[in-house]
């Protein structure tokens, strides 16, 4: 449960138990369910409800958990926990225990959070914490903090387990929520096997055990980055308007060659290029300094068959781009987005099922978990951290508008992160530009801003 500050405390915590019975037992997992962050991944949503809403004060709470218990009978292993089995592989245990709905009372206007920017004293409080100290099978997969304001204002904080679901599926949860919440039907029920890739064999493929096993760059002269990772970081939500991303989208698509496949450079391409040399910029890295960028690509659509709609679960694979960093300094934008691009394309039917075929054959899963919450450690997963950065997009996620009934929320951001070199694209949510929130270390950011800006002014 979250600590209490003088601004914030914490009144009444509860489990939400699916309304209905539902389906027990192990639910098992997918190897794309059990790699990479399987720790929570919090949003939140700031609203301003009309008068009517708010009296009486209970309205707004019951009118969560009552449709939130609804939410969870198709959604059912979201209300289980997981399981530990051999080697580092676990399954959901279908229980319905529930989830873990926390109210929470603030004596701050929604005002004083200025911006909602996520490096807020006042954020820690408005989103639960989850004590990894626990056996894994004692914590909720998902946990959410509703916080009434002085103002009338609220908030509600979402965490959701990334082993039960990626982005995607977190959001189709989230927004049928909010459908049952204003009364309306269910508009997509989830598909909750996890099993629909079987294997092909691709008789011509040779698996590159190099491609499987690299490993990220390191600052030259360095045998590990643990020191590189311990330094102090910081946030910044910087705003990109409509303008600025298509200069950049302009100046990448005719300063490099034709881009592969006939197509231009995405706006995704384009600023994450962008991002990746401001950073290698600021950092002070060197001409012959590697660099990787980890890229985050949605596969749903990338296998034949696609996955059927409403897949819930896991569905992306981690790519990553590389470059000397003098390059990508000194050579024109298009050159960053073409690698870019290049990382992005190997994502096909073939790529997919070869890294399936891989994972299923590791006799130990940690190696490739983000363990470092559970395990309590300074870890902070051996990608992140000076050289490297990972530019998650959100830009096409429906991550706005999300309305419970009290009309659409007037802020809605991914909550608090910490590791160097974590960042996520987000459409605006006032106009049509872009949003970079990004973590670095304390001592770059001031001269990150500066090279982001000062080239696309």
């Not at 820690?124 to 002085?150: A, C, E, G, N, S």
């Not at 450079?265 to 991002?275: A, D, K, Q, V």
């Not at 991550?399 to 694209?425: A, Q, R």
Request: charged letters at 20%; a negative charge; hydrophobic letters at 35%.
């Amino acid at each position: 449960m979250a600590s209490s500050s003088s601004k914030v405390t914490l009144k009444s915590c509860y489990s939400v138990r699916p309304m209905e019975p539902t389906w027990c037992g192990r639910l098992p997992l997918s190897e794309w369910d059990q790699i990479g962050i399987i720790t929570h991944v919090p949003t939140i949503y700031f609203y301003q409800p009309p008068q009517n809403w708010l009296t009486p004060s209970t309205k707004i709470a019951t009118t969560l958990k009552t449709s939130l218990s609804k939410v969870l009978v198709p959604f059912y292993p979201l209300a289980g926990r997981l399981q530990w089995k051999e080697n580092g592989r676990f399954d959901i245990e279908c229980n319905a225990l529930g989830v873990q709905f926390i109210e929470a009372q603030s004596s701050l206007e929604l005002s004083e959070l200025g911006d909602f920017s996520p490096t807020s004293e006042y954020y820690p409080y408005l989103i639960p914490h989850v004590d990894y100290t626990l056996p894994i099978q004692d914590i909720p997969l998902v946990m959410v903090q509703l916080t009434h304001f002085k103002c009338g204002g609220i908030s509600i904080s979402l965490l959701v387990s990334h082993a039960a679901a990626d982005g995607q599926s977190s959001l189709h949860f989230s927004n049928e929520w909010a459908r049952l919440a204003r009364g309306e039907p269910l508009k997509m029920a989830p598909f909750l096997d996890r099993n629909v890739l079987p294997s092909k064999k691709y008789c011509n493929t040779v698996v590159n055990e190099w491609e499987f096993n690299q490993q990220p760059p390191l600052l030259l002269g360095n045998s590990d980055n643990f020191e590189e990772r311990k330094k102090k970081t910081t946030v910044a939500i910087l705003k990109v308007s409509k303008t600025q991303a298509e200069k950049l989208k302009k100046t990448a698509n005719e300063s490099w060659g034709e881009p592969s496949n006939g197509r231009g450079y995405t706006r995704y391409e384009t600023l994450t290029g962008h991002i990746w040399r401001s950073a290698c910029k600021a950092r002070g890295h060197g001409n012959d300094q590697p660099t990787g960028l980890g890229v985050c690509v949605d596969w749903r659509s990338r296998v034949e068959p696609n996955l059927p709609k409403g897949y819930f679960g896991n569905a992306t694979l981690d790519v990553v781009a590389t470059s000397l960093s003098g390059d990508l300094m000194s050579k024109p934008l298009g050159y960053a987005s073409s690698r870019i691009r290049e990382a992005i394309e190997k994502v096909n039917d073939e790529y997919v099922r070869l890294w399936f075929e891989y994972y299923k054959k590791q006799e130990d899963f940690t190696k490739f978990q983000d363990l470092r919450e559970i395990l309590g450690s300074d870890e902070k997963g051996p990608f992140y951290g000076n050289p490297n950065l990972g530019v998650v997009s959100w830009l096409t996620l429906p991550i706005y508008g999300l309305d419970f009934g009290w009309g659409k929320e007037v802020y809605m951001g991914p909550g608090t992160h910490d590791m160097d070199g974590d960042s996520l694209l987000l459409p605006s949510h006032e106009d049509d530009g872009l949003l970079v929130a990004i973590c670095l270390q304390e001592v770059h950011m001031d001269e990150f801003k500066r090279h982001f800006y000062e080239d696309i002014v």
